[in-house]
């Protein structure tokens, strides 16, 4: 086996064999395969692509770069994975709410990835809370408290691990079939009986029109079936953020505000994260109609927010966090409004140019090593077709200092756009059955 030929080979647009993928992967979790090759094999996927075969033969084999988890549990173990979008922290919510329906939810996620924000660095914004937790750990409070939302150790899907971090800074993230490598890698080592996939369509999502977002939507369900595990999915607009608040922190604190019973403070992530924990539900048996209104109760009565609580304690976070949450967050120490410029209704949204935003305040990374600032982001940006009238606050900009808080309110201003109508899509755009 060798690295190279088996990048010619990509490059050539000829599939590896199952063996050379295997190889190669495991290559990618001990370190034989070098960043460069890694980095040149990314390219050469991202620009030749795989079939359907060998999409299924690199998920697996990344899968079985390391430990694939075995459960024994009294309830189905399942899981939702988001292909990413800017102001969707509907994890954050859909985990614990699923487990006060008796589902186990042994979410392994990521980190940010170019413009889109990660599920890992927003629960890190939490004083004191560790995603990293052991094998051990993780099966503990998956048993304990029904889910868990952990980083893959390095004995789960280490070659993903390994590959996330070089194509978040080699350009090679729109890849249909990294994508679902990367995306299932990780879910299937966690010993899934099924999983809810939610890829996104629009501006603020790496799939920018429907027809990419199906394209993406079928790939994920049938790799998934291939490699032996039941999936669906959704297709759901991201023309917008899903929340009016964009950056770590911020999006824990409106995620709290949504598990304390105030669907007001974000409509869009209350419904879309409803109507996936009903999909998970129906995975396992249930009837979805019904599941919608069992999950909407157990938000609305705060069981849900009992079981994030109780998460986020044996994560090593704070003991009263659904008490304290708003002492408990992070605050950046410039907070300031941008005003609209003219009157009119919000038209369209940047998604992309606002995720991009964050990055540039410190809530994202450009290369590996950048440190993220957990304080800051953006709150309060209007949805499409809201009325505005000149000097209106369209959003507020949380900043670490007064010059990144100029620059960003530049930006915000070039994302949203004022005009005279509008026609917002539907947040779920289809669905796609197992």
């Known amino acids: 086996m060798d690295a190279r030929a088996i990048i010619a080979k990509v490059r050539r647009g000829e599939d ?46 990344m899968r079985d770069s390391g430990d694939v988890m075995k459960w024994d549990l009294p309830g ?23 487990a006060a329906c008796d589902v186990f939810v042994p979410m392994v996620s990521g980190r940010g990835l170019g413009h889109t924000g990660g599920t890992l660095d927003k629960l890190e914004a939490i004083p004191g809370l560790s995603t990293e937790q052991n094998n051990s750990n993780f099966r503990s409070i998956t048993r304990n408290i029904g889910c868990a939302i952990v980083s893959a150790t390095n004995s789960i899907a280490p070659a993903d691990k390994r590959l996330y971090a070089i194509r978040d800074v080699t350009d090679t993230i729109q890849s249909v079939d990294l994508i679902c490598a990367s995306i299932l ?31 993406l939507a079928r790939a994920l369900t049938s790799t ?8 669906a999915a959704f297709i759901t607009d991201m023309s917008q953020p899903l929340a009016p608040s964009l950056g770590n922190g911020v999006e824990v604190a409106i995620c709290l505000e949504v598990l304390s019973g105030n669907r007001a403070a974000a409509p869009r992530l209350h419904d879309l994260t409803v109507a996936l924990c009903a999909r998970v539900l129906a995975l396992a048996g249930h009837a979805e109609g019904e599941a919608e209104e069992r999950v909407k109760a157990i938000i ?30 992070p605050k950046a120490p410039v907070i300031g409004d941008v005003l609209a410029p003219y009157s009119g209704k ?42 505005v009238v000149r000097g209106d606050p369209i959003a507020t900009i949380h900043a670490a200092d007064e010059d990144s808080a100029q620059v960003a309110a530049q930006a915000v201003l070039r ?7 509008v026609e917002i899509p539907d947040l779920i755009l289809e669905r796609i059955a197992p």
């Open 76 to 98: 189905p173990v399942l899981d939702k994975h988001s292909t990413g979008g800017v102001g969707d922290p509907v994890s954050l919510i859909l985990a614990p709410a699923l």
């Open 346 to 387: 919000i038209a369209a949204i940047d998604g992309e140019l606002l995720g991009l935003t964050v990055v540039q305040l410190g809530g994202g990374r450009q290369v590996e090593s950048d440190r993220i600032d957990p304080r800051v982001g953006l709150t309060g940006v209007l949805p499409l077709g809201t009325k």
């Open 300 to 329: 609305s009565s705060g069981h849900a927010m009992d079981c994030f609580a109780a998460m986020v304690r044996a994560m090593g976070g704070p003991s009263d966090i659904a008490n304290s949450w708003n002492t408990q967050l």
């Open 224 to 231: 998934a079936n291939g490699a032996g595990t039941s999936a």
């Open 415 to 421: 994302a949203v756009s004022i005009g005279a109508d």
């Open 185 to 215: 890698s990780k879910k299937l080592a966690a010993g899934l009986d099924g999983l809810v996939l939610d890829v996104k369509s629009g501006s603020g999502a790496f799939m920018k029109t429907p027809a990419e977002a199906l394209k």
């Open 16 to 61: 590896p064999t199952f063996a050379e993928l295997n190889w190669f992967t495991s290559g990618l979790a001990t370190r034989m395969v070098s960043d460069a090759q890694a980095g040149a094999f990314a390219m050469a996927v991202c620009l030749k692509g795989l079939s359907d075969e060998g999409r299924v033969a690199l998920t697996k084999g």
